[in-house]
């Protein structure tokens, strides 16, 4: 209830005591909306200029060329990777994070390679799949992540179930992400790891609104700005959300990254009945491993399916990095590859 009173009603010498109230913290006039206003813009103005300056890609306008379909003859071509940038390496400069993703095209383009076998296990009709991951001897150079992935999924000598795979990652998983996240900056595409920089970045940002929490209280209790607290925290929550934004990439990842859009388009589009003539299984497999990370998977997949010569007998052994049971064919790959890298990001993510 709010009573008036006019001047006339009101002892020139009366104490006046200024009593808190909530309206009177949040009062609104030109003098606090302003205010509000020029530190509102101030702070955006700061976290936009910090970000440019700290935050933002390094640029020339170039793009690396990471594979290409290589023309081997009339209508004819082949998938070529240029400079050893693996699936793990795609995923972590596009995104600039280590996610299950980058991990499950790996484990895929590692078996592809000829270090890994992996072996769809026999099941009842309406059971779970689940497989097995085997190492195999393989003199095919590995980048340090890679090599701490085998180590850690399949110790040498053993065979590691995928639905078990949740117990074992949990103690060394961290390891492989650290492993990649340093070669991707000491291969150049980052000034610093993307991961640190993001704590760095969200622990100012946390803060910073703990600050403003503390001026806020402060505003609100003794001041009629209360406003301004409100503009303070969203400008200390707006640096919390840049942190995200803040790991940079170099000229050199800036260039790969173009070149990643690049090949993401030519997987979208490239014709998929062009493989060279018998070699299309193996041609096929070269590129699964950077599909999971950039899309066009679905396409390649029917490609290697329709590679089949004789669609009515069984396939179980006939790619040499995916086995499975007796009755299975060539046309069951897109499912089994689809329920395989599901389960794999399942059992990383819960971790």
Do not use: C
Not at 75 to 96: C, L, Q
Not at 272 to 292: H, I, W
């Amino acid at each position: 209830m709010a009573v008036g009173y006019t001047p006339q009603d009101v002892a020139a010498n009366a104490d006046v005591v200024e009593r808190w109230s909530l309206d009177r913290a949040f009062e609104l006039s030109w003098s606090s909306v302003l205010i509000s206003l020029l530190v509102g813009l101030l702070g955006a103005g700061l976290i936009w200029l910090t970000y440019r300056r700290a935050g933002r890609d390094q640029t020339t306008g170039g793009a690396t060329a990471v594979a290409s379909f290589v023309p081997v003859g009339d209508g004819v071509s082949e998938f070529r990777v240029h400079g050893d940038v693996r699936p793990g390496h795609v995923g972590t400069v596009a995104d600039e994070r280590v996610d299950p993703l980058d991990v499950t095209a790996t484990l895929l383009d590692l078996a592809v390679r000829g270090h890994l076998r992996i072996t769809e296990l026999p099941h009842e009709q309406h059971g779970l799949l689940d497989w097995s991951l085997e190492r195999r001897p393989s003199e095919a150079p590995l980048a340090t992540f890679e090599a701490e992935l085998l180590d850690l999924v399949v110790p040498a000598g053993r065979r590691t179930l995928v639905s078990e795979l949740s117990d074992t990652v949990a103690q060394g998983i961290g390891g492989v992400q650290d492993a990649l996240y340093a070669e991707v900056v000491d291969r150049g595409w980052f000034d610093s790891r993307p991961d640190a920089t993001r704590s760095s970045w969200r622990t100012l940002g946390y803060l910073a609104v703990g600050v403003a929490v503390v001026a806020g209280i402060a505003l609100v209790a003794w001041t009629h700005l209360g406003l301004l607290a409100l503009v303070l925290l969203a400008v200390a929550a707006g640096l919390v959300w840049a942190s995200d934004r803040m790991p940079r990439r170099t000229a050199a990842g800036s260039a790969l990254l173009s070149g990643l859009h690049a090949l993401a388009g030519t997987l979208a589009t490239q014709p998929t009945d062009q493989l060279p003539p018998g070699r299309e299984l193996p041609a096929v497999a070269s590129l699964l491993g950077y599909t999971v990370v950039l899309g066009s998977k679905d396409r390649w997949l029917e490609a290697l399916v329709a590679a089949d010569a004789d669609a009515d007998a069984p396939d179980p052994d006939t790619l040499d990095w995916y086995h499975a049971p007796a009755t299975w064919h060539l046309q069951d790959l897109p499912a089994s590859l689809t329920q395989l890298i599901t389960a794999l990001q399942g059992r990383l993510t819960g971790r």
